[in-house]
């Protein structure tokens, strides 16, 4: 079983930025993708950025340009440093990560409690 545990999010005016951490219960080393959602109001989650246990990393064309997502052993942290803020970006955004179960051989998916982001117009 695997916490995770966010923070950063907060109210910013359209054009500002924010940066929110992810802080896994485990090393960061030891999971395979880690990836952060996020669901509007009245919208289904989705998808916003990931990044691999290599470091590769997928951004979605909404996003591309604005937000960088990383991870650091160091700190054992993921973190999404979001740029250029916009008010279609207001959603509570999750932290995932994807872990492999040797002893049954299957991938299982963890989140977060979720951050509010809030942008201003």
């Known amino acids: 079983q695997v916490q995770l545990v966010e923070s950063g999010g907060g109210l910013v005016q359209a054009g500002g930025s924010l940066r929110l951490s992810c802080t896994p219960s485990?090393?960061?080393?030891?999971?395979?993708?880690m990836a952060w959602y996020r669901q509007a109001p009245g919208k289904q989650r989705e998808l916003v950025a990931r990044i691999s246990s290599g470091g590769s990393t997928y951004y979605v064309d909404l996003v591309k340009g604005r937000f960088t997502i990383s991870r650091d052993s160091a700190v054992n942290s993921m973190f999404l440093q979001m740029n250029s803020l916009k008010p279609e970006d207001t959603a509570v955004y999750y932290c995932?990560?994807?872990?492999?179960?040797?002893?049954?051989?299957?991938?299982?998916?963890?989140w977060g409690q979720g951050t509010q982001v809030t942008v201003s117009s």
């Open positions: 995932n990560a994807l872990d492999y179960v040797a002893a049954s051989l299957r991938f299982v998916d963890y």
């Open positions: 485990r090393s960061v080393q030891s999971l395979n993708n």
